[in-house]
C-alpha cells in the first residue's frame, strides 16, 4: 500500500487515506474503483439481471432457476424461488474432478496445538457418513436439527451434514446456558441435537453434554429424539439410553457416499438466533440459494480469494460469520481454511501471530475486540507482540463485529499488516447473511474506522425516521432500500415480529431497517457505523438485547424487584454491560454485601443465559429515575452509567436521592 495521504495523525478527524497498491489492484478480482463502479453500474442497470449473472456463476443448481425476484408477498422476499440446489453439494461435491479435490480444505488446530488437516475429498466422506448417519436415525429434510459445538471439524462437518440431507440447523454458540439451549430447543422445534461431550478451550475440559442433558429436563423439550455426542475427550459423560448415542456409534458401518438432496431455493438452510430489542431472541431464518450466492461472491471479492490463499476467520461457528466465513462461503470458494478450538491468550496472548506464521495463513479475518485485547497483552509483554514472529504470508486483513476504532485500525494495519495488507473493514449483520457494506481490497482507499462503500448491487442508504435521504456528513439510520438474495427470510415462526422488526410501515414497509445509525462522510461518501439505535448492545462483538438481560435479572424473583440495563462505552469491549437493580429487601449497607450481591446476580444471568452476558457494573437502589408516566428514564441511565454529569431535567423524578445511590458501581 502507498503512504497515507496524510502525515497527520490525528484521531479526531479521520483524514488519512490508503489506496491500494498498484501491485494488489492489478492482480485483484475487482480492480480498482473502475471494476468496483462496473458492478455497480450493471446492477444499477438491470437489478434482477446482474444478481441473476451472479446466481449463475456461483451456484451449481441441480434445476436451473426461472424466477429472480418475486416481490409479490413482500417483504416476504423470494429469489431464484422455482430453482433447486443443495448447499453442501456446492461446497464440496462441485470440487470433485478438479485440482480443488485434493486441496486441503481445512487446517485444524486443536486447542493444545495438535494439527489437523483434510483435504476436500476427504471432508465430502466425512460429511456423506454423517449425513448417511443422520438419516438412518431418521432424520430428514424439514427437520430441524441443534448443534451446539465446539469450534472443530466435526462442527462443520454436522452442519454441511445437515444441508446435504435438507435439515435445517441452528447452531448455539457454546457458551450459552442450558436455559438458553432449551428456548432455542423448543422455539425452533428441534428433533434432534448434535453436541460434544466437552469442548477444549484454555486448557480447561468445559462440559457441553451435561448442559443440553440440562436444557432437555427444563421441558418443552420432548420433541428431541437423539443426541448425538461427539467425544472430543475421553472423559466419561452421561448416557440417556435410547436417546443419545455417540458419533461412533452413530457413523459405525455407514458409507461414505451420499447423494445431496435437491432442496427448492428458499427451503431454510439454517436459523440462527440473535438478540433483538424484546426479551426473546430472534430465530433468523436464511434461505439455501440467494445465501449460498453471497457466502461465495463475498469470499471471492472482499477477501479476493485465489486458489493459493490460506484463510483464516477466527469466529466461532455458533455466529454468523463462523456459517459464512467458516463453515459455507471458504468451502463454496474452494478455499483452504484454518479452523482454530481454541482462543486467542492460550497458551499466550501471541497465538494468533504464531499461528499465522505456522500455517502460512495469508487472509486474516478477526475482530476488533480481540484486536484491542491482544494490544493490551503486548504492551505488557514484549514476547506476545506479533513482531515476534513472520507475518510476511499474510496479504489482506479483515475486521468485523462492531465499529473498529482508529488507534486499533492503525495498530493493526502497522504491526501486523506491516503497512503491506489492505484491512477490509466489513459491515453485516446476523439478517444480512453476507457482508453488506465493506471495502473491496484491490479497489477502495482506505479510511480507518469506516466500512466505506456498499457492495455492488447492496443499496444501501442513511435516511431519517421518515425515510428521506439524508445529505453526506447528517448522521441518520442505516437502511436497504432493495431486497437482495442473502438477506434475513423470516423470523422463524413470528412473521409480525419480521415485518414490524425490520421492515417498518413508518418507512413504507418494503425497505431494511438494519437497527444501526450511520453517517457519510462529505468527500467521499464512504460510511461510517455509528451504533444501534435500539435497545440492543454490542459487547465484544456479541449482540446482547437489554430487555433479555432485564428479563434474567427479574427472573430472579426472590432478590430483584425491577432491573434497567444499558450500554456504557469501554476501551476493550467497545461497550459494556451496566445493570441497575433495585432489590426486594433493604439497600445492602456495606460494600462487602453488596459486592457479594453484584457477583450472585452476575452468576444468575450466566446461568439463564450465558456468561458473555454478565453486566461489568451493577448498581443498586431503591427505585429507578422514572418519568411521571412510570417510563424507565434511560438516557439518565445512560449517562449515569458513563459518569457523566447529569444534564437532563431531573424535576419529575421522585426521588432524586437515587441518582446519588446508583451512581456507585459494584
Ligand atoms: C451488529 C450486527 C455479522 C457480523 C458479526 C456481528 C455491528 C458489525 C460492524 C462493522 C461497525 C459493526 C452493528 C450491527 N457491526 N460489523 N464492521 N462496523 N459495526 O453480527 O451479531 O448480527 O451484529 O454488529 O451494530 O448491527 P451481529
Known amino acids: ?303 479476493d480469494m485465489q486458489p493459493s490463499d490460506v484463510f483464516w476467520c477466527t469466529a466461532d461457528i455458533g455466529w454468523i460469520t463462523g456459517h459464512t466465513y467458516v463453515a459455507y462461503g471458504p468451502l463454496a470458494a474452494g478455499a483452504t481454511q484454518i479452523v482454530f478450538e481454541g482462543v486467542p491468550t492460550f497458551p499466550h496472548a501471541g497465538r494468533f501471530w504464531e499461528m499465522i506464521e505456522r500455517h502460512g495463513c495469508t487472509v486474516f479475518y478477526t475482530a476488533p475486540t480481540a484486536i484491542r485485547s491482544l494490544i493490551k497483552a503486548s504492551e505488557t509483554d514484549e514476547k506476545v507482540h506479533p513482531k515476534n514472529w513472520n507475518l510476511s504470508s499474510l496479504r489482506i486483513l479483515g475486521s468485523v463485529g462492531e465499529p473498529i476504532n482508529p488507534e486499533a485500525w492503525m495498530w493493526y494495519y502497522r504491526n501486523v499488516g506491516a503497512e503491506r495488507c489492505p484491512i477490509v473493514d466489513t459491515f453485516w449483520q446476523t439478517e444480512n447473511g453476507g457482508h453488506m457494506i465493506t471495502p473491496l481490497p484491490g479497489a477502495t482507499p482506505l479510511v480507518p474506522g469506516s466500512c466505506t462503500l456498499p457492495l455492488p448491487g447492496i443499496m444501501a442508504a442513511i435516511v431519517d425516521e421518515t425515510g428521506n435521504d439524508m445529505p453526506n456528513g447528517a448522521g441518520g439510520m442505516l437502511v436497504v432500500k432493495r431486497p437482495w438474495p442473502s438477506m434475513i427470510r423470516n423470523i422463524w415462526g413470528d412473521p409480525e415480529r419480521f415485518k414490524k422488526s425490520y421492515f417498518p410501515e413508518e418507512l413504507g414497509g418494503k425497505t431494511y431497517l438494519a437497527g444501526d445509525g450511520a453517517v457519510r462522510s462529505e468527500d467521499r461518501g464512504y460510511f461510517r457505523i455509528t451504533g444501534r439505535i435500539d435497545d440492543v448492545l454490542n459487547v465484544s462483538g456479541h449482540r446482547m438485547g437489554t430487555m433479555e438481560i432485564e428479563s434474567a435479572l427479574v427472573s430472579k424473583t426472590d432478590l430483584v424487584a425491577e432491573a434497567a440495563v444499558v450500554g456504557r462505552p469501554d476501551d476493550l469491549t467497545g461497550e459494556a454491560i451496566c445493570a441497575f437493580v433495585v432489590l426486594k429487601r433493604p439497600l445492602p449497607s456495606d460494600p462487602e454485601e453488596a459486592k457479594a450481591l453484584a457477583n450472585e446476580l452476575r452468576n444468575w444471568v450466566a446461568k439463564e443465559i450465558g456468561p458473555i452476558a454478565k453486566p461489568k457494573d451493577i448498581r443498586f437502589g431503591e427505585n429507578l429515575p422514572k418519568t411521571r408516566s412510570g417510563k424507565i428514564m434511560r438516557r439518565l441511565l445512560r449517562s449515569i452509567a458513563k459518569g457523566e454529569a447529569i444534564t437532563q431535567d431531573t424535576s419529575t423524578l421522585e426521588n432524586p436521592a437515587i441518582l446519588e445511590q446508583l451512581g456507585k458501581t459494584h
Open 1 to 303: 500500500m502507498n503512504a497515507p495521504t496524510s502525515a497527520i495523525e490525528s484521531v479526531l478527524v479521520e483524514n488519512r487515506v490508503f489506496p491500494p497498491s498498484e501491485a494488489i489492484q492489478k492482480a485483484a478480482r475487482v480492480s480498482g474503483m473502475a471494476g468496483y463502479e462496473a458492478l455497480c453500474a450493471e446492477a444499477e442497470k438491470d437489478y434482477e439481471g446482474y444478481w441473476a449473472r451472479l446466481a449463475r456463476e456461483n451456484v451449481v443448481w441441480s434445476k436451473p432457476f426461472t424466477q429472480v425476484l418475486d416481490e409479490s408477498n413482500a417483504p416476504f422476499y423470494r429469489w431464484f424461488a422455482d430453482g433447486e440446489l443443495n448447499a453442501s453439494a456446492n461446497c464440496l461435491d462441485k470440487h470433485m474432478g478438479t485440482a480443488t479435490e485434493h486441496k486441503t480444505a481445512i487446517i485444524f488446530e486443536a486447542d493444545d496445538g495438535q494439527v489437523t488437516k483434510v483435504s476436500y475429498r476427504e471432508l465430502l466422506e466425512r460429511v456423506a457418513q454423517f449425513a448417511n448417519g443422520l438419516k438412518a436415525q431418521g432424520v430428514k429434510k424439514g427437520d430441524r436439527v441443534l448443534i451446539y459445538m465446539p469450534m472443530t471439524i466435526e462442527g462443520v462437518v454436522a452442519m454441511q451434514a445437515c444441508a446435504r440431507i435438507g435439515a435445517t440447523h441452528s447452531v448455539v454458540f457454546g457458551g450459552f446456558s442450558a436455559k438458553a439451549v432449551q428456548e432455542r430447543i423448543v422455539d425452533v422445534g428441534a428433533s434432534a441435537v448434535i453436541t460434544a461431550n466437552f469442548q477444549m478451550r484454555g486448557g480447561k475440559e468445559l462440559p457441553l453434554k451435561a448442559i443440553v442433558d440440562d436444557a432437555l429436563q427444563m421441558g418443552g423439550c420432548e420433541g428431541v429424539k437423539h443426541v448425538f455426542v461427539y467425544e472430543r475427550t475421553a472423559s466419561a459423560y452421561s448416557k440417556v439410553a435410547g436417546r443419545d448415542m455417540s458419533f461412533a456409534e452413530l457413523l459405525a458401518g455407514q458409507s461414505t457416499e451420499c447423494l445431496p438432496v435437491a432442496v427448492e431455493a428458499e427451503h431454510p438452510l439454517f436459523i440462527l438466533y440473535t438478540s433483538g430489542s424484546t426479551g426473546k431472541p430472534k430465530g433468523v431464518q436464511h434461505s439455501t440459494g440467494g445465501y449460498m450466492l453471497w457466502a461465495k461472491q463475498t469470499v471471492e471479492w472482499t477477501f
